[in-house]
């Protein structure tokens, strides 16, 4: 096995073992809180007025928990299976 599969690895076995929700959030939320910013400066750049605190708090909850959870749990998915294949092929 290469040096960078090893790290790879090991890497993975420390993320793993803290469990896979605590993964989709850690990382969901991060992507979901950029999601949300792109969103907001696309539709509402020049016209902050017609923004209000509920299409805020909306927006703000579905990119988190749609985007960021989609992005986690995909995320998630393809480290286990690079994860898996590359025990498999050592």
């Known amino acids: 096995m290469k040096e960078s ?8 076995e420390r993320i793993r073992s803290q469990g896979k929700i605590k993964y989709i959030v850690k990382h969901g939320v991060g992507f979901g ?8 400066l696309l539709n509402y750049w020049g016209k ?6 509920t299409d805020f708090f909306v927006q703000l909850a579905i990119s988190i928990v ?3 959870g989609i992005y986690g749990v995909f995320s998630w998915s ?3 299976f690079i994860y898996r294949k590359k025990l498999k092929d050592n």
């Open 78 to 80: 393809l480290n286990d």
């Open 5 to 12: 599969d090893k790290k790879f690895v090991e890497n993975w």
């Open 48 to 53: 902050w007025g017609q923004l209000s605190n």
């Open 33 to 40: 809180i950029v999601i949300f910013a792109a969103n907001l």
């Open 66 to 68: 749609v985007g960021g």
